[in-house]
C-alpha cells in the first residue's frame, strides 16, 4: 500500500542564497540534516568530524540564509537543535551567467561540492554493500554508465524525463513498515565529452 506524498520543497540558488551556501561543511552539514533529521551542532560535529564550534559557526550562516532553522521540538534544556528547511536545491546555470567573478567562484565551489558528496556516496555504498541484504546486492542497486550523442535540446528533455520518473517513484512511498523498504540516493549526471 502506497501513500501520497507532496513533492519535497526545492530552494532555487539565486546569487545571494549561494553565498550562503557554497562552502564545503555547509554544504555537508545540510546534507546531514536533509537526510537525517534534526540535530544538534555537537553531533553534526562528531558525524562530520569537525569540532562544534566550526559546525555552530556554519550553522548559524546557514540559517542566517534561510537553509536551516532550529527545530525546537527536539531540544532539552539549552540544547539548539537544527533542521533543514527544504529537502533539495534546484541550481540552473543560467542564474549565474551575467555574475560577476566571484559568484561564479562560488558557483563552482558548489558544483564541485556536489560531485564531491556524489563520490563519497557511491564510496560509503561500495565500501558497505556487503551488509546489506542480499536484494540490494542484486538488481535493487545500480552503477552504470552510457554515452549517447544527442543535441542540447535532446539533453534537456532527456533529464526533464528522469526527473519526472523520479518524481514518480517519489509518489509511491511505501508504508513506514514495508518490508525492505530503505532510503535510496539517486545520483544522475548529463555532460558532454569529447571523443576522438
Known amino acids: 500500500m502506497t501513500e501520497e506524498h ?3 520543497k526545492h530552494r532555487r540558488l ?3 542564497s549561494l553565498r550562503g551556501l557554497a562552502h564545503p561543511l555547509r554544504m555537508q552539514l545540510l546534507d546531514a540534516l536533509r537526510h537525517n533529521g534534526p540535530a544538534t551542532a555537537s553531533h553534526l560535529a562528531a558525524r562530520l568530524g569537525e569540532s562544534s564550534g566550526a559546525t555552530s559557526y556554519h550553522l548559524r550562516q546557514l ?7 532550529d527545530a525546537p521540538e527536539h531540544g532539552k534544556g539549552r540544547e539548539r537543535w537544527w533542521r533543514a528547511v527544504d529537502q533539495g536545491i534546484a541550481f540552473d546555470s543560467d542564474e ?4 560577476g567573478p566571484e559568484v561564479r567562484g562560488l558557483a563552482e565551489v558548489f558544483l564541485q561540492e556536489v560531485a564531491s558528496t556524489h563520490a563519497r556516496d557511491l564510496a560509503a555504498w561500495l565500501n ?5 541484504p542480499e536484494p ?7 552503477m552504470s554508465d552510457a554515452t549517447l550523442r544527442l543535441t542540447p535540446d535532446l539533453a534537456a528533455e532527456l533529464i526533464a524525463k528522469m526527473h519526472a520518473l ?3 517513484y517519489r509518489n509511491r512511498v511505501p508504508d513506514q513498515g514495508a518490508p525492505g523498504a530503505e532510503h535510496v540516493r539517486i545520483h544522475t549526471h548529463l555532460f558532454p565529452i569529447e571523443t576522438d
Open 6 to 8: 507532496d513533492a519535497p
Open 14 to 16: 539565486d546569487a545571494r
Open 63 to 69: 540559517a542566517a540564509h534561510g537553509f536551516v532553522e
Open 96 to 99: 549565474f551567467e551575467e555574475a
Open 128 to 132: 558497505t554493500r556487503a551488509d546489506w
Open 136 to 142: 540490494w546486492n542484486r538488481s535493487s542497486s545500480d
Open 166 to 168: 523520479i518524481d514518480d
